[in-house]
Antibody, heavy 122, light 110 residues
Framework: EVQLLESGGGLVQPGGSLRLSCAASGFTFRSHAMSWVRQAPGKGLEWVSVISANADTRYYADSVRGRFTISRDNSKDTLDLQMHSLRAEDTALYYC???????????????WGQGALVTVSS | QSALTQPPSVSGSPGQSVTISCTGTSNDIGGYNSVSWYQQPPGTAPKLMIYDVSDRPSGVPDRFSGSKSGNTASLTISGLQAEDEANYYCCSYTRTNTLVFGGGTKVTVL
């Protein structure tokens, strides 16, 4: 059974930093691109970032580029999101999600974690 | 990258059909066939319902269908059921190698 378990969320002051992690199991992690998607309270989905299976390609949303860094450890089946210079508008539930197994297109996300809540407030 | 445009809500009676539109630009929906749809009941994680504009992942009922014309994609739910009540989001790959979601549509079963 595929499982994605996010951790590392919490309350942080504006300008602060936080690192989210996602522990994956139940599939061949090293073969799948992975994404982060966030959802502000009561709002819609916003894609944040993607990293290729071997970590040689990373893309970011304009809203986080230069402040967030996505990374992965294929030996530990973990995905990370390092967040710096956090703003109030970064407050959201952050989901990690895996690429649809039977498609080479990384934009299709077939399994999602339950999310890690990040609150940016003074 | 601006969000794709979806109607805030649609509704229908059990057994009826509803269609949700999703309008983008030539930089996203109109330029690629990488359109997907997600279902999200309140308090749960999103679930992939449609990919490649009109394909269904394993386990998704064939009541759900997708299509695209120009810069607009559509999701149709036929034979609406109470369990279909949820928020639905469209998503498209973009020319800048990013993803853009729609603002979401709440489907209400009357």
């Amino acid at each position: 059974e595929v499982q994605l378990l996010e951790s590392g969320g919490g309350l942080v002051q504006p300008g602060g930093s936080l690192r989210l992690s996602c522990a994956a199991s139940g599939f061949t992690f090293r073969s799948h691109a992975m994404s982060w998607v966030r959802q502000a309270p009561g709002k819609g989905l916003e894609w944040v970032s993607v990293i290729s299976a071997n970590a040689d390609t990373r893309y970011y949303a304009d809203s986080v580029r230069g402040r967030f860094t996505i990374s992965r450890d294929n030996s530990k089946d973990t995905l990370d999101l390092q967040m710096h210079s956090l703003r109030a508008e970064d407050t959201a539930l952050y989901y990690c999600a895996k690429r649809l197994s039977y498609s080479s297109n990384w934009s299709y996300l077939d399994y999602w974690g339950q999310g890690a809540l990040v609150t940016v407030s003074s | 990258q601006s969000a794709l445009t979806q109607p805030p809500s649609v509704s229908g009676s059990p057994g009826q059909s509803v269609t949700i539109s999703c309008t983008g630009t030539s930089n996203d929906i109109g330029g690629y066939n990488s359109v997907s749809w997600y279902q999200q009941p309140p308090g749960t994680a999103p679930k992939l319902m449609i990919y490649d504009v009109s394909d269904r992942p394993s386990g998704v009922p064939d009541r759900f269908s997708g299509s695209k014309s120009g810069n607009t994609a559509s999701l149709t739910i036929s034979g609406l059921q109470a369990e279909d009540e949820a928020n639905y989001y469209c998503c498209s790959y973009t020319r800048t190698n990013t993803l853009v979601f729609g603002g979401g549509t709440k489907v209400t079963v009357l």
